[in-house]
């Protein structure tokens, strides 16, 4: 008796990591497929558990027995989406104001939202996902973080900033008498000992970089100005690159964007106020440009800008001249709507917008894969090529001929694990 228990126990075990074999080895067939710079024709990818084991021509590859065949007739495959700057804490501000969100909703509540746009960002394609900052909500970001990796909720590889730095006395919520003590939506701090502190602090906490506000509004509806010294700013990145971290910077004046370029910063996110010569700068330095075109465009649509049918506002009016001047001076630029400001899922309103304001179809779609894996040190991501990791979708039709069919995801795989077909 026990001797047949075992035998079935046996038999069931040998049937369990036959499936498993089977489903870990898959054969991709697409029309076409973008390998991460180059759209190419007649491809096959093959993956073997959660890595690429073959990725090239069609005719050259002999399928092995046992694999699992998916047909994508019409469709380019490609690897998974890189969203480079988001806050999956955040939601759009036309449903709760920033203020509101940061006062009155709770880490909690906040948490499970971010469970769910963490999923719709995954169905809509994208893979991995660099948030910068969790606006209020301490280290939610690294908590949320964990769960995904932990096989909790389905979402992106995050990599996460935790509350970010902020010069004191510039970031809000503002508006409050001295007397009023309010949550803040990043950690300030000021001098160079306390900002060396503040960088330790939150690298031990989780933080996969550090993000810093090199320039803010110091009262409500004031024009920004320069916050960190350079002092302050030269010190963060020299501990957050002795302890194997980056800095990234919030900037969008001439001055603030110049501080952080020299501080050494590895990306500037919005520069909203770039002139040529601050990009050069940029292209000198080796600082990547994170232009976030969907964000002011969302922002400039909630203010009542009914768009197609209103004259344009200044605002978008000068993104599409910053935009010009930083394609013009061969600065990288990074792939990143600021995503939360506007619905998550909705990444390809950065996508739609790069092209529309003079960006080549096929420098957007390496710039959401490869150059954002190159730029963010994900070395076996962003490229459909034999030993990366297994982090793959497909849309329907040609994006380099009409960008808008990265509005839909039709397979989605992370890791080796199909998470939509």
Request: proline share 5%.
């Amino acid at each position: 008796m026990l001797r047949n228990k075992m035998v079935r126990i046996s038999f069931f075990t040998v049937l369990i990591f036959s499936v498993t074999l089977l489903q870990a080895q898959t054969l991709l067939l697409p029309d076409r497929v973008f390998d991460g710079t180059q759209m190419q024709e007649n491809w096959v990818v093959y993956i073997v558990g959660n890595k690429i084991e073959y990725a090239g021509e069609a005719s050259e590859f002999r399928t092995p027995k046992n694999s699992k065949r998916i047909d994508l007739k019409g469709m380019t495959l490609m690897p998974g989406v890189i969203e480079g700057h988001s806050h999956l804490l955040l939601h759009p501000y036309n449903e709760t104001s920033w203020n509101d969100q940061v006062l009155k909703e709770s880490p909690v509540e906040r948490a499970i939202r971010g469970t769910i746009h963490a999923k719709n960002s995954l169905m809509a394609g994208v893979t991995t996902m660099r948030d910068l900052g969790a606006e209020g909500a301490g280290y939610t970001d690294v908590y949320l973080k964990k769960t995904i990796e932990d096989n909790l909720v389905p979402g992106p590889r995050l990599l996460v900033a935790g509350p970010a730095i902020v010069a004191t006395g510039a970031y809000g919520p503002k508006g409050f008498h001295d007397g009023v003590m309010v949550p803040l939506g990043a950690e300030p701090a000021s001098g160079v000992p306390q900002v060396i502190e503040t960088v330790r602090r939150q690298l031990g906490n989780g933080a996969d970089f550090i993000k810093i506000y090199a320039d803010y509004r110091w009262a409500p509806g004031a024009k920004s100005q320069p916050t960190f010294l350079q002092e302050e700013i030269d010190a963060m990145v020299a501990t957050a690159t002795s302890a194997g971290a980056y800095v990234v910077a919030h900037a969008s004046t001439p001055e603030g964007m110049r501080r952080a370029i020299l501080g050494g910063v590895e990306t500037i996110e919005h520069g909203d106020g770039g002139t040529l010569e601050i990009f050069r700068l940029m292209k000198e330095k080796g600082v990547a440009f994170c232009p976030t075109l969907a964000a002011g465009d969302a922002i400039s649509q909630y203010r009542g800008w009914k768009k197609g049918i209103d004259s344009e506002p200044e605002r978008i009016t000068n993104k599409k001249a910053s935009f010009k001047l930083a394609m013009e001076s061969g600065v990288d630029i990074v792939f990143g709507g600021d995503v939360g400001v506007f619905t998550h899922g909705e990444n390809y309103r950065e996508m739609e917008l790069m092209v529309a304001y003079g960006m080549k179809p096929i420098d957007v779609l390496a710039s959401m894969t490869s150059l954002n894996a190159k730029i963010f040190h994900l070395d076996t991501l962003g490229r459909l090529e034999k030993g990366f990791l297994a982090d793959i979708i497909a849309v329907p039709g040609n994006p380099l001929k009409d960008i808008t069919a990265m509005r839909q995801a039709i397979f989605v795989m992370k890791d080796g694990v199909i998470y939509k077909e």
